[in-house]
């Protein structure tokens, strides 16, 4: 089985609108991939291969400072956001029953410039680079929820009022740069991986990957496919409140990332957007059933948050 690839150029970042037969050939094809796996490539969104490789080049001047010279940076030490900053490896279990994650991570959740950012040295040009990515990946995300809404036949600003206050305190959406180191498999615990077993908490996700590959992701048969890089595509999947906001229709399927083969001592890089509603959108099932219970989109990513990094 190989994941879908569906032609995003009728509502590409370049173009001002979608014309109303392709909107309707597009929500088509999302809708079909969403309900099925949950996962879909899109190909010529205006987002180019270009500037995805020169964001992970900016990222990886970062990752590979010393620690001192990333610690300052670290996930808590800010006050605008909990979220917000740089993770060293093994500090996070996307599944709880594995040993912590062979990866770095530095998050960006808060755009606001008076806070700390990696600025000089190996660091030049990181904030601008990763903003300016921020935001060309928060003009996509709204164009593919808009798609979204009308695949369901819903208001077309249904998810789009929802999602008004990305890049504010009050949204906890996260453009996030993943490392993954090269692999010493004789330090590699029992049956620890790049990245465990998961499905991601938001709305929806936007992933762009370095070329080695490890990607898969858990059909419903219960096999994992892989989900190799594609240049110049975006790999965008359903994530847990939308699964639940759509009474399970659209399917936040489990993915994790596989350690290289013994031997192959390459790095890998990623960058997920991670998109979440506004923190105060209380998320109800749109079908108008009690499949779930509402629930608060900030609350909701708190409870998750503990459960992948421990509670403190
Ligand atoms: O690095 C990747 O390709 C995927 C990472 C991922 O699934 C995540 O961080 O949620
Ligand atoms: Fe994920």
Same mark, same amino acid.
């Given at each position: 089985?190989?994941?879908?690839?569906? =032609?995003?150029?009728?509502?590409?970042?370049?173009?001002?609108?979608?014309?109303?037969?392709?909107?309707?050939?597009l929500?088509?094809?999302?809708?079909?991939?969403?309900?099925?796996?949950?996962?879909?490539?899109?190909?010529?969104?205006?987002?180019?291969?270009? $500037?995805?490789?020169?964001?992970?080049?900016?990222?990886?001047?970062?990752?590979?400072?010393? $620690?001192?010279?990333?610690?300052?940076?670290?996930?808590?030490?800010?006050?605008?956001n909990?979220?917000?900053?740089?993770?060293?490896?093994?500090?996070e279990?996307?599944?709880?029953?594995?040993?912590?994650?062979?990866?770095?991570?530095?998050?960006?959740?808060?755009?606001?410039?008076?806070?700390?950012?990696?600025?000089?040295?190996?660091?030049?040009?990181?904030?601008?680079?990763?903003?300016?990515?921020?935001?060309?990946?928060?003009?996509l995300c709204?164009?593919?929820?808009?798609?979204?809404?009308?695949?369901?036949?819903?208001?077309?600003?249904?998810?789009?009022?929802?999602?008004?206050?990305?890049?504010?305190?009050?949204? =906890?959406?996260?453009?996030?740069?993943?490392?993954?180191?090269?692999?010493?498999?004789?330090?590699?615990?029992?049956?620890?991986?790049?990245?465990?077993?998961?499905?991601?908490?938001?709305?929806?996700?936007?992933?762009?990957?370095?070329?080695?590959?490890?990607?898969?992701?858990l059909?419903?048969?219960?096999?994992?496919?892989?989900?190799p890089?594609?240049?110049?595509?975006?790999?965008?999947?359903?994530?847990?409140?939308?699964?639940?906001?759509?009474?399970?229709?659209?399917?936040?399927?489990v993915?994790?990332?596989?350690?290289?083969?013994?031997?192959?001592?390459?790095?890998?890089?990623?960058?997920?957007?991670?998109v979440?509603?506004?923190?105060?959108?209380?998320?109800t099932?749109?079908?108008?059933?009690?499949?779930?219970?509402?629930?608060?989109?900030?609350?909701?990513?708190?409870?998750?948050?503990?459960?992948?990094?421990?509670?403190?």
């Open positions: 089985m190989n994941l879908p690839v569906v =032609d995003f150029s009728a509502f590409n970042l370049n173009e001002k609108d979608v014309m109303d037969d392709q909107l309707h050939v929500s088509k094809k999302l809708k079909t991939a969403f309900t099925e796996i949950g996962f879909v490539y899109l190909k010529n969104t205006g987002i180019t291969q270009e $500037e995805v490789d020169h964001v992970m080049t900016m990222s990886k001047n970062f990752f590979l400072q010393p $620690e001192e010279l990333k610690q300052p940076f670290s996930r808590k030490s800010y006050a605008v909990v979220n917000h900053g740089w993770v060293s490896s093994e500090t279990r996307l599944n709880p029953r594995r040993p912590g994650d062979l990866k770095e991570a530095f998050n960006i959740t808060s755009l606001r410039t008076d806070i700390k950012w990696p600025s000089s040295g190996a660091a030049t040009g990181f904030k601008e680079t990763h903003i300016s990515f921020f935001q060309h990946c928060k003009e709204l164009r593919v929820l808009r798609v979204m809404a009308h695949s369901l036949d819903l208001d077309p600003e249904v998810f789009l009022s929802t999602h008004r206050l990305i890049g504010s305190e009050e949204n =906890d959406t996260t453009l996030r740069s993943l490392y993954y180191p090269p692999v010493n498999r004789e330090k590699v615990k029992e049956g620890q991986l790049r990245c465990g077993e998961h499905s991601d908490y938001g709305s929806i996700t936007l992933l762009f990957q370095s070329h080695e590959g490890g990607l898969q992701v059909s419903r048969s219960g096999e994992y496919v892989s989900a890089s594609i240049p110049g595509t975006v790999l965008v999947n359903i994530a847990d409140l939308m699964q639940r906001w759509t009474s399970d229709l659209f399917v936040s399927s993915h994790r990332v596989l350690l290289p083969p013994a031997g192959d001592c390459s790095t890998r890089q990623s960058l997920a957007f991670f979440h509603p506004d923190t105060d959108v209380l998320i099932c749109i079908d108008g059933s009690n499949k779930y219970p509402p629930v608060k989109s900030g609350d909701y990513l708190i409870e998750r948050f503990n459960d992948s990094y421990g509670r403190e």
